[in-house]
C-alpha cells in the first residue's frame, strides 16, 4: 500500500485562526477547506471518539473525559484503555480491508490498547508514595525508551497545568517524525493541544492566544518538512481539523453544590477537607466543561424529576436532559447521567462541592486530574502567594462543550489534496468515513 494520509487533530481551530497560520494555509492550498462542527458534547474524548469511529456516543460509549461506574461507585478520569471505545476505528477498518495498512496513533486519548501498529500516549508511572514518574506507553514497547534517548522524556508539565506551553506539542511533532522515519504508516493521526491552553486560561482572540497560533504554525512546519522527508518520494494527503471551538465564558455553575444545598448530595470529612460521599448521595454531577452528567442513585424517578426542576431556569443552564431527551444528541447510553445538565454558551460548569474554600479537599489545590470528578481548567493557574491552583472558578475566560448552534462555535478541516473534502458542511462523525475513502480503489 503506497497511499498515505497524515491527521491532524487540533482542538480549538477556527477558520479565522488561518491567517495567523501561514504555513498550515500553504500546506493546504490544493484541497481548500469547509467547516467543521463537533457533535454534541463537544469535548476531548467523545470528540475524539466520533472522529475515530463515525458514530455517535450512543454507540461508542465514551459519553464524557471520564467515566462513572455505578456498581463500584468509582469515577474514572482521564485513565481509560481503548476497549472503552465500542465501536471499530479507523484503523481497525483499514486491517479489515487491507491487512497490510498500517496506522499510528500519537497522544489522542483512550488510545492505551488500540489496535493501531503504532502508538504513543503519555502514561506516567503513579508510585505509592504520591510521585511520579515520566513514562509514555508505546507500541511497540520499547519504542519510548528510543524516544526518550533521542529526544529527552515527554515534558509532561508542559502537557497540562500552569506550567502547559508548545513544549509539549513540539515533542508530539519531533517524536511524530521520528516514527515516521522508522516506520512509514500509511494512516498517522496526530493530536496537537497548543490552541487549548492560552484561549481557555485567558479567552480566544486575546494576545495570548493569537500568540499560540503562531508557535503551532511554526512545529507545523517541521511537522511538514520532517514527514515529506520520511515520506519521500510519496507525498501524503494531510488533512486538519477541529476537534471543537472555544468560546469566551464570564459565568459560572456549580451543579454539585445546587444539589448539596437541596439534600442531595452529601460529603464526608477529613482531614484534609470534605470529600464527595459517592454511597450516600441520591445525586451528584460530573462536570466537563460546558455539560455534566448527574447520576441519580438508583435511578429513583423521583429524584430524577427533582433534579430536573432544580436545574430548570438556573442561572447558566440551557438545557436539562432527562429519559428519552438524552437521545437528541445520542447520548442514550447506560454510561450516561439520568440527567444531562447543557450550559449556556457563555458558562460552563465547575465541580466544586465545598461552600466555604477552607474545607475544599486538598487535591482540590493542585493538578491532580485523576482524583478530581469532572474536569477543572482552573488547574492551568497558580496561586503564586501559596504556590498551588487557586479554587477560583471565575478565572476561567473560554470553554466548550455545549452544542454547536452558531457560527462562532463552528470548526473547519482542512486537506492538502483536490477531491478529498466536499463542498458541503460537516460533522466531526463524517471524518472517518473521509479518511477511509482514501484508502479505496
Known sequence: MDRYVVFLSIPGLRVQDLTHMPRLSACMTDGGQTSLSASFPCVTWPVQSNLLTGVTPAEHGVVANGFYWRDARQVEMWTAWNEKITAPQIWDRLHQQDESITSAVWFPMLSKGCGADYVCMPAPIHNPDGTEDLWCYTKPVE?????????????????????????????????????????????????????????????????????????????????????????????????????????PVDHVTYPNRMLRQAGLLHVREQEDGEHLDLENSL????????????????????????????????????????????????????????????????????????LDDTRAPGFARTVDIHRKPGYDPVEMFLDFATRSIPVDATLVQGSHGAPVQSDAQRGVILASSANVLPDAPLTDRDVAELVLRQFRG
Open 143 to 247: 519504542l519510548y525508551g528510543q524516544l526518550r534517548d533521542r529526544l529527552g522524556h515527554f515534558p509532561l508539565k508542559h502537557f497540562w497545568g500552569p506550567l502547559a506551553n508548545i513544549s509539549s506539542s513540539a515533542w508530539i511533532v519531533q517524536s511524530a517524525i521520528e516514527a515516521a522515519k522508522r516506520f512509514q504508516p500509511n494512516f498517522f493521526y496526530i493530536y496537537l493541544p497548543h490552541l487549548d491552553y492560552a484561549a481557555q486560561k485567558v479567552g480566544p482572540d486575546t494576545p495570548a492566544a493569537i500568540e499560540a497560533l503562531g508557535q503551532l504554525d511554526q512545529i507545523l512546519e517541521q511537522l511538514f518538512d520532517g514527514l515529506a522527508a520520511a515520506y519521500a518520494p510519496h507525498r501524503p494527503i494531510w488533512m486538519a481539523a477541529s476537534e471543537y471551538v472555544i468560546v
Open 283 to 354: 445525586a451528584w454531577s460530573l462536570v466537563d466543561h460546558q455539560f455534566s452528567h448527574v447520576f441519580v442513585q438508583d435511578a429513583r424517578a423521583d429524584v430524577v424529576a427533582q433534579v430536573a426542576d432544580l436545574f430548570r431556569d438556573a442561572d447558566g443552564i440551557e438545557q436539562v436532559l432527562i429519559g428519552d431527551d438524552r437521545a437528541r444528541y445520542g447520548l442514550d447510553h447506560p454510561r450516561s447521567g439520568e440527567v444531562i445538565l447543557v450550559s449556556t454558551i457563555n458558562s460552563w460548569q465547575a465541580y466544586y462541592w465545598w
